[in-house]
């Protein structure tokens, strides 16, 4: 059986903290996890459009084996500025990799950006954009509880005709904890067109996005046709590429190697392609993380293990995406998925 931790969060992961920091004029934010020590990692990147920064470092045939931090960050190619925020204060506090006779520790910052500087704010930031000052304050932030919604990286994020968000969901499973962080900005709707209820819903626990999984959905040959008439419409109607994207972290404090954390991320994405249609188009820059901090040792055959855990991460990133929904409000002229549909 699996249940969500006693938060429901990705903090339920014991030795993970995440931080957010947000300018409401700028209608964007940043989003930091840190885990208490170097943790292994990986990515998988399956959006036609991502923005990012070392996620390279992270293939299991490179040298570098654990980072020290994870960014998620609006304002496209400049959130990216972030990083170098984390990575500074990382530093001063002496986290990072120890090189002989050098003064300085170097962390190792991952990040993933999200495309919101189209969404109203006041993106005409002068001089210098604000996302290393943000990534700063996020770290300052950083601690076992944080905002959902309206919140960090998805203060300006949008999500078809919906208010996006940042969503986080936990499940526990023999010892181990499995947690996850979703920034929900994606090209394609979060909800089965014509209803108002989540893809996400089947995988809802404990009520967490409103009891929406209990809404009995019959997906008829006209509610098809909707859908369908809806994607056309959609990719139609896109003028760029690029201006979409769903990035997250998936946490676990189960011991695995860097190769082991590179599967888990392709099967936790596959909790995207749940909550969210169409997506990995090519206008998303989907890019998700894995965090182990290997605090527990499974009795298990490893590959059995692996699939668990894999299996029970895209169930939680399906679940954090409902969240996100399900937490968000209104902002200007972007209506919340529940003022949307009066729930």
């Not at 929900?184 to 979060?190: R, W």
Request: charged share 20%.
């Amino acid at each position: 059986m699996t249940a969500p931790g006693p938060t429901n969060l990705i903090t339920d992961v014991a030795g993970i903290k995440v931080g957010n920091a947000q300018d409401g004029d700028l209608l964007s934010g940043v989003t930091v996890v840190l885990p208490d020590e170097a943790a292994v990692a990986a990515v998988d990147a399956r959006g036609g459009a991502p923005g990012s920064r070392e996620t390279d470092a992270l293939d299991p045939t490179c040298l570098v084996d654990a980072v020290h931090g994870i960014v998620l960050a609006g304002g496209s190619v400049f959130g990216l500025d972030a990083a170098s925020g984390v990575m500074h204060w990382l530093a001063e506090r002496g986290r990072g990799f120890a090189f002989r006779a050098q003064p300085k520790v170097c962390p190792v910052v991952p990040a993933a950006n999200l495309f919101d500087l189209t969404n109203g704010g006041d993106k005409d930031w002068g001089d210098m954009p604000p996302y290393r000052d943000l990534g700063l304050a996020a770290c300052e932030a950083a601690g076992d509880s944080f905002d959902l919604g309206n919140a960090g990286a998805g203060l300006g994020a949008l999500a078809g005709r919906y208010k996006g968000g940042l969503g986080s969901a936990s499940a526990t499973w023999n010892g181990a904890t499995v947690g996850a962080l979703i920034a929900v900005n994606p090209f394609g709707s979060p909800v089965i067109p014509g209803t108002p209820t989540l893809w996400a819903a089947p995988f809802e626990q404990a009520g967490e996005f409103g009891g929406s999984g209990k809404l009995e959905v019959t997906l008829t040959d006209e509610t098809r046709s909707l859908e369908a008439d809806t994607k056309a419409a959609l990719i139609r109607s896109a003028a760029e590429a690029g201006q979409n994207t769903t990035i997250g972290v998936v946490a676990t404090n189960a011991r695995m190697t860097p190769a082991e954390a590179k599967r888990i991320a392709i099967m936790a994405a596959d909790g995207i392609a749940r909550a969210i249609r169409p997506i990995h188009t090519p206008y998303d820059g989907d890019v998700l993380f894995v965090l182990s901090t290997g605090a527990v040792e499974l009795d298990e055959p490893r590959p059995f293990a692996m699939a668990m855990l894999g299996a029970l991460a895209a169930d939680t990133v399906a679940r954090a995406i409902g969240r996100a929904l399900w937490e968000a409000e209104t902002v200007g002229g972007w209506k919340s998925f529940r003022d949307i549909h009066g729930l």
